[in-house]
């Protein structure tokens, strides 16, 4: 590797370490203005017509009161979400029907590629001396 594109290896690990950070800090706001609940995870699988299977998550959660059952969430996870486990959620009391889950997963994907790329620079710069 020459000098120049060397760098490239450490413009790019900070970029990501950065942009996981504000994942992580902007998660991390966001969820301690709602309220934090436990709700019940069912995970269906439904086959498309392309042959793979899709897995969904719905929640089953009391909040002030009010039960609700089999709602919708965008996020899944297979690692932490099982069928029939119970997981934290965050309830925003202006929508308690959009119920929110942490998943740290993109932070941990850029934090990760972001050391992989200071660990490559760091490495070249040692071939280089």
């Known amino acids: 590797m020459n000098k120049n594109n060397d760098k490239i290896w450490l413009i790019i690990g900070i970029i990501l370490i950065g942009v996981g950070a504000l994942f992580a800090t902007f998660s991390i706001i966001t969820i301690s203005k709602y309220d934090k609940a436990e709700a019940l995870i069912s995970i269906e699988t ?3 017509s392309s042959g793979k299977k899709n897995k969904q998550a719905y929640l089953t ?16 996870n297979g690692f932490t979400m099982k069928d029939g486990k119970n997981i934290t959620i ?8 959009k119920p929110k889950t ?4 993109w932070t941990v994907i850029c934090c990760l590629i972001g050391a992989a ?12 001396q």
């Open 90 to 97: 965050y309830i925003d009391p202006n929508k308690p029907e």
């Open 102 to 105: 942490t998943d740290f997963l």
């Open 117 to 128: 790329s200071l660990l490559a620079y760091f490495k070249g710069k040692r071939k280089l």
């Open 46 to 48: 439904h086959q498309r």
């Open 61 to 76: 959660y009391t909040y002030n009161g009010k039960i609700y059952s089999d709602v919708h969430i965008n996020t899944y």
